[in-house]
Antibody
Framework: EVQLVESGGGLVKPGGSLRLSCAAS????????MNWVRQAPGKGLEWVSS????????YYADSVKGRFTISRDNAKNSLYLQMNSLRAEDTAVYYC???????????WGQGTLVTVSS | EIVLTQSPATLSLSPGERATLSCRAS??????LAWYQQKPGQAPRLLIY???NRATGIPARFSGSGSGTDFTLTISSLEPEDFAVYYC????????FGQGTRLEIK
């Protein structure tokens, strides 16, 4: 079964840091681009970052550029999101998602909640 | 920057009825558009990609159409499990989602 499982969310103070992880199973992780998509409470979906299969190409939304870093370890079938200088507006459920055709998100994790509050 | 506008914001229908959801792009996205379904407390699910291709395992009652700036998701006969929020997404430049249409039971 194709599965993505996020972890690492929690409560953090403004200006703090958090590292999210996403464990993949049931497919050849190293063959797919991967992504982080977030959803603020009661709001819509917002793309955060993408990384190509071999980490050659990395992209960020303007809202997180310079503060977040996406990475992956294909040997461990894992995706990461290092989040620094967190702000209240970063509060959201963060989803890990697999891309097909480098664009569409065909598999999603269950999400992990990040709350930035003092 | 391309903006996606979904309409209506809320659609109230009964099971068995036909649902038509719209997504309009502020400039052409060719056929690079997808539709997702999200139920409360769940992750989104890919329904349609490249405007009209059903994703794996998606029932035939879901269909997508359109190109350029105007796109439609049609659910031919609503089942109870279809009541959810639907998002469109474009990939022409940066990935961007519409604001969503809530499909509720009338």
């Amino acid at each position: 079964e194709v599965q993505l499982v996020e972890s690492g969310g929690g409560l953090v103070k403004p200006g703090g840091s958090l590292r999210l992880s996403c464990a993949a199973s049931g497919f050849t992780f190293s063959s797919y681009s991967m992504n982080w998509v977030r959803q603020a409470p009661g709001k819509g979906l917002e793309w955060v970052s993408s990384i190509s299969s071999s980490s050659s190409y990395i992209y960020y939304a303007d809202s997180v550029k310079g503060r977040f870093t996406i990475s992956r370890d294909n040997a461990k079938n894992s995706l990461y999101l290092q989040m620094n200088s967190l702000r209240a507006e970063d509060t959201a459920v963060y989803y890990c998602a697999r891309s097909i055709a480098a664009a569409w998100y065909d598999t999603w994790g269950q999400g992990t909640l990040v709350t930035v509050s003092s | 920057e391309i903006v996606l506008t979904q309409s209506p914001a809320t659609l109230s229908l009964s099971p068995g009825e036909r649902a038509t959801l719209s997504c309009r792009a502020s400039q052409s996205v060719s056929s690079y558009l997808a539709w997702y379904q999200q139920k409360p407390g769940q992750a989104p699910r890919l329904l349609i990609y490249d405007a009209s291709n059903r994703a794996t395992g998606i029932p035939a009652r879901f269909s997508g159409s359109g190109s350029g700036t105007d796109f439609t998701l049609t659910i031919s006969s609503l089942e109870p499990e279809d009541f959810a929020v639907y998002y469109c997404q474009q990939r022409s430049n940066w990935p961007l989602f519409g604001q969503g249409t809530r499909l509720e039971i009338k």
